[in-house]
């Protein structure tokens, strides 16, 4: 019990040391968030892009074994 308080205690002190820090030092802050954000968001379209061009192979490959399975059926 007594390892909680004081790992709370040390989150509680370090979060206002950081919240006082960006504070101080908010135009530097400023300047490093308008220059992430773009970095941010062009990663995470090109996520995006990965995960549909995989989810479209995926389903090609259902559609294309669809096909096989239902044209031996046609022939039996």
Known sequence: MKGGFRELLVG???TAFG?????YFIEPVL???KG???LVVLL???LLVM????SLREKSEEFEN???ESG???SE
């Open 12 to 14: 509680l002190l370090l």
């Open 19 to 23: 919240l006082a820090g960006i504070g």
């Open 31 to 33: 300047v490093i968030l």
């Open 36 to 38: 992430i954000i773009p």
């Open 44 to 46: 995470f379209g090109a």
């Open 51 to 54: 995960i549909g061009l995989s």
């Open 66 to 68: 669809w096909e096989t």
């Open 72 to 74: 031996k059926e046609g």
